[in-house]
């Protein structure tokens, strides 16, 4: 099993930036890849980006591109989703999850865990 927690969402202004925090326990996550999804109110859970624990490589949604970087502490067992140029269409609940199998999925059905999820509020 692995337990996530999610840390860090809050309201900000457009053009703002907000560090949200993923902490894992359970399980090495060596062989896990790490995504962030969001859902807004009436709107299907999507996937924000993904990072393989193991060599960090990432992957983001072509909406948050070049705004958006996800990165991870080894030691810490966390993984963070730094977010940039906020827009009041960034307005979601985040979720942090993990995946067993090691290879970039991009539908939340795919992912085995999942934290209990961090509102971020983007006022215009």
């Known amino acids: 099993q692995v337990q996530l927690v999610e840390s860090g969402g809050g309201l900000v202004q457009a053009g703002g930036s907000l560090r949200l925090s993923c902490a894992a326990s359970g399980r090495t996550l060596s062989r896990y890849v790490m995504g962030w999804f969001r859902q807004a109110p009436g709107k299907e859970r999507e996937f924000v980006g993904a990072i393989k624990w193991s060599g960090g490589s990432t992957y983001y949604a072509d909406s948050v591109k070049g705004r958006f970087t996800i990165s991870r502490d080894n030691a810490k067992n966390t993984v963070y989703l730094q977010m940039n140029s906020l827009k009041p269409e960034d307005t979601a609940v985040y979720y942090c999850?993990?995946?067993?199998?090691?290879?970039?999925?991009?539908?939340?059905?795919?992912?085995?865990?999942w934290g209990q999820g961090t509102q971020v509020t983007v006022s215009s």
């Open positions: 999850a993990a995946d067993r199998d090691y290879s970039i999925r991009y539908y939340y059905t795919s992912y085995d865990y």
